[in-house]
């Protein structure tokens, strides 16, 4: 079975600094993981997806994510945050033709 | 390529009706997932489906059923609602599947009063 903690309901940065969304999950099969993020009254969209191969994932927007086995983790990071990154941000595992979902980190970008 | 589509965007109903709410894929996307969305619960995955076949279910009643047509089009349906069915229902489709990546319409925002 497959599950998803993301750490935070709420993460609080100023704009130019570093932002740091952590995901851990716990899958017992290769798990495919994935970024998404969502503005008020909209749908999801892909950030960014690890499947197999380099553990360092690069998406949209700036954003990247490093696999880490050992720690089960896959966080996300952007170098320097900017107001249009304030949204709710979810980690994702898929295993069985099914999508988990974290509970989701709601973004605040200070000026 | 158009997006996924669903129809209706806002929806009102009263405890005891039912709802059917319809999802248009991505052109060639094969695969539709439904999800629902509420702020205590978060994101539910319900059902999958790829051509026209349930290959996964999630925990919800049997109140909840879906099904996809031959054009990838998909249906879901909730019977006997009840206060808690209110929420944000979201479809996804993707080509093979979901470790594709999947792509979200904008949601049908159900109110049951």
């Known amino acids: 079975a497959q599950s998803v903690t993301q750490l935070g309901s709420h993460v609080s940065v100023s704009e130019g600094a570093l932002v740091l969304l952590r995901c851990n999950y716990s899958s017992s099969v290769p798990p495919y993981l994935f970024w998404y993020v969502q503005y008020p009254n909209q749908g999801l969209q892909l950030l960014l997806k690890y499947t197999t191969g380099a553990t360092l994932v690069k998406g949209i927007n700036g954003f990247e994510a490093e696999f880490k086995k050992s720690e089960t983790s896959f966080h996300l990071t952007k170098p320097s945050a900017h107001m249009s990154d304030a949204a709710e941000y979810f980690c994702?595992?898929?295993?069985?033709?099914?999508?988990?979902f974290g509970a989701g980190t709601r973004l605040f970008v200070k000026a | 390529k158009a997006g996924v589509t669903q129809t209706p965007r806002y929806l009102i109903k009263t405890r005891g009706q039912q709802v059917t709410l319809s999802c248009s894929p991505i052109?060639?996307?094969?695969?539709v997932s439904w999800y629902q969305q509420t702020p205590g619960q978060g994101l539910q995955f319900l059902f999958e489906y790829f051509s026209e076949t349930q290959r996964n279910k999630g925990n919800f009643p049997g109140r909840f059923s879906g099904r996809q047509f031959s054009n990838s089009r998909s249906e879901m349906n909730v019977s006997t609602l009840e206060l808690g069915d209110s929420a944000l229902y979201l479809c996804?489709?993707?080509?093979?599947?979901?470790?594709?990546?999947?792509?979200f319409g904008p949601g049908t925002r159900l109110t049951v009063l």
């Open positions: 996804a489709s993707s080509l093979g599947g979901t470790t594709d990546t999947q792509y």
């Open positions: 052109s060639g996307h094969r695969s």
């Open positions: 994702a595992v898929v295993g069985g033709f099914k999508t988990i």
